[in-house]
């Protein structure tokens, strides 16, 4: 088990920031649809599951924008593992 820590912007083009949150929302979905847990924050959302099906969920929402028209994405992803997993409860035991 692995937690990802990922963020997905999409440069250009986009008419404002109504545009661009449409391509994020996007992407959500599809988190949704994966059906691992996961958690929203105001920057960027937490994804828990084993690594590959993390892994393979990244590469499919950070081609989201190109597919929404986007020239240029950047995605910042964040990978935390610990021999034995971990999960996003375990990491937050102390802060909840």
Do not use: W
Not at 5 to 27: F, T
Not at 48 to 62: A, M, N, R, T, Y
Not at 69 to 92: F, M, P
């Amino acid at each position: 088990m692995v937690i990802a820590d990922v963020s997905v912007m999409p440069l250009r083009p986009y008419a404002g920031e109504e545009e661009m949150y449409k391509v994020v929302d996007a992407c959500i979905e599809e988190i949704q649809k994966s059906g691992l847990k996961y958690e929203i924050g105001a920057m960027s959302t937490t994804i828990e599951g084993e690594f590959e099906e993390v892994f393979d969920l990244l590469k499919v929402i950070h081609k989201i924008p190109f597919n929404l028209g986007c020239e240029r994405v950047i995605t910042t992803a964040r990978i935390d593992e610990k021999a034995g997993g971990i999960t996003i409860n375990e990491k937050l035991k102390n802060h909840r």
